[in-house]
C-alpha cells in the first residue's frame, strides 16, 4: 500500500498481513505511517496504489461504512464523538437505523460490567474526562462483534488497572478468533500482549518480528533506527528553589453532577521540583488541572499563590502573566485548535509572554522563528508551520503542545498526561526537556496515569482521589504499590 500526502510519503509499498486469533503489533516513530496505513484498512483514507484482500478475496473498502460491514472495527487514538449527544446518543450514531435503544442501552452496560469499562450511558460526553471517553469507543467497537479490531494507542488514557481488564479481553477475543492489529508505543504492553510485530520507519516497512525474541530496547532501537540511552531524569534535590507554586486549602465545588468537586488540596512546588500527581481517571485530576491553570477559579484569591502572587479568582492570562504555563490533557480542541496552522497555535499561548503582538500587528517572522525552533528541537513531522494542527498524527501534536510551552521558558508549568501517545525517542526528549527545567529553577506539576513516568521523573509524588489530594512525598521512598493504595484512597504513604 502506498500513500501520498503533499510533501510527504506517508506509506511506501507498505505490506501487512493478519492472522484470525492473533494480536499483532504495528510500531513505529510517530510520523512512521501507521494512523495513515489503519486509516487506509478501516475506509476512511484510499490507497494511492496497491492492493488489500479480506479472506483472501480483493475488498474495495471505500469507507468505514464498508469496512464495519466486512467486519473490521477501529478504536480511533483521537475520539470521534459528539459532545452534545449522550453515550448512547454517539454509539447508536453507528448502528443501523432500526436499533432499539433500550436493548442497546442494556448491551452497554453488559459489555461496561464484563469488560471492566464503566459508563453511564445517559451521560453527555462533554462530562465526561478523557479515559471515560476511550472507554465509549472501545465499548463502541466491541458492540459490532468485529472480526479484526484495529486499536490505536487504546491504553494511552486507562489506568494499569483497566490495562490489565483490557488485556484479558483482547486475548479471550483473540482465543474466540478475532484479529487484533495494536497500535502503541509502550513497549513493554507489546510484550505482553502481542506476538508478531511489524515495524514501520519513514512510511516503509523495516522489518517483523517475533515479539517473544525481542527486547523492549531492541524493539525501541529497529523503530528509530538508534539505540535509546539511559539518562537522568530525577532530581539530586540540591538545587531547590523558592516555592513557585502554593495551594492551601483549596475548596472548590463541583461544576455540574457528573464533575468532581476539590477537597482541602494543599500543595507547594519549588524551583527545581518535579511533583507527580497520580490518579484513577474521573477523580478530580482535570479539575485540579482547571484550577490551577485558571480556567475554573477559586471563592478566595489567597488560596492559589504563583511565586507569592495571590491569584486563584485570576483567569488564565493573568496566571500566565505570572509565569504559568500550562499543557492539557485533551490535545485537539484544548491544547491546539484542530482547524488552525501551527503557527496560529503557536501564537495562541506565547503572544503575551514572547511579546509577538507589536501595537495591534503581529510580528510574524519572530513567531515563525519560534515555532521553527519547537519543530527541529521536538522534531516534530509536519508539512511546515502552514500545516493544520489535524493533520499531524497524534504523537506529533502532542510534542508541538509540549514543545509550545517549553520554550516559552516558564517560571511554573502544569502538564496532564505529557508523553501520551508519543513514540519512546520522544517521550524521552519529553521527559529529558522538563528535568532540563527544573533544573534551571521551574517549579513543574505533572499529572499522569502513566505510574511508570510519574516514578522514574517525579521528584515527590501524590495521588488524587474523589477530589482529595494525599500528602505528596519523596518518590524514592515509595512503592508503586503504596501509590496504588493512595489512588484508592487510602491516607498514609508510610
Known sequence: MTKTFPGVVANREVGLSLRAGEIHALLGENGAGKSTLVKMIYGVLKADSGEMRWMGAPADIRDPARARALGIAMVFQHFSLFDSLSVLENIALGMPADTDR??????????????????????HVYTLSV????????????????????MDEPTSVLTPQEVAGLFETLKQLAEEGLAVLYISHKLDEIKALCKRATILRGGSVVGSVSVARESAASLAAKMIGEELKEARLRGDGKKRGPVRLEVARL?????????????DIRLSVRGGEILGIAGVAGNGQDELLAALCGEARAARNNRIRIDGHP?????????RALGLASIPGERLGHGAVPEMSLLENGLLTSYR??????RGFIRRRECRAFVARILKRFRVKAAGDGAVAASLSGGNLQKFIVGREICQSPALLVVSQPTWGVDAGAAQTIRLAL???ADKGAAIVVISQDLDELMSLSDNIAAICAGALSQPVPTDSVTVERIGL?????????
Open 102 to 123: 433500550d436493548r442497546l442501552k442494556t448491551r452497554i452496560h453488559e459489555l461496561s460490567d464484563r469488560y471492566g469499562l464503566p459508563l453511564d450511558a445517559d451521560r
Open 131 to 150: 479515559g471515560e471517553r476511550q472507554r465509549v469507543e472501545i465499548i463502541r467497537c466491541l458492540l459490532q462483534e468485529p472480526k479484526l479490531l484495529v
Open 311 to 319: 491569584c486563584a479568582r485570576a483567569g488564565p492570562n493573568r496566571r
Open 353 to 358: 509572554r514572547l511579546g509577538f503582538v507589536k
Open 251 to 263: 475548596d472548590m465545588p463541583a461544576a455540574d453532577e457528573f464533575s468532581i468537586a476539590l477537597r
Open 486 to 494: 493512595l489512588m484508592a484512597g487510602a491516607r498514609d504513604a508510610n
Open 435 to 437: 528535568r532540563k527545567m
